[in-house]
């Protein structure tokens, strides 16, 4: 298996940045395993939370953008919980805060 560092070169520059970032590839090409160890790495570092979420079966909403804005609150609400119990990742994460990346993020 390859190291899955060099598939996110600026990974950690965007999130130290706190920008959202697209990751996009075809299928099978080490998208979701190279998150996954992101997230582990950022965890193990203890100074973020890094948290897992699949919208995958999201599909089922369809396009009731009320069910996806309903989504990413009770997200941000957990999240927030989180780092008010002062977990690991107990400052406020710049891109969770308004929900939508600002104008000209990635």
Not at 54 to 75: I, R, T
Request: with cysteine.
């Amino acid at each position: 298996m390859l190291p899955t560092e060099p598939l996110l070169p600026y990974a950690r520059e965007l999130i130290e940045m706190e920008r959202y970032f697209v990751v996009h590839g075809p299928r099978q090409s080490g998208k979701t395993t190279a998150l996954r160890a992101l997230a582990r790495t950022l965890n193990a570092e203890g100074r973020v939370a890094a948290v897992w979420l699949s919208c995958e079966n999201g599909k089922v909403a369809g396009d009731d953008v009320g069910w996806g804005e309903s989504l990413v609150s009770a997200v941000r609400s957990a999240g927030r919980a989180v780092c008010a119990a002062g977990s690991p990742g107990s400052r406020s994460a710049g891109p969770a805060r308004s929900g939508r990346p600002a104008a000209g993020s990635p």
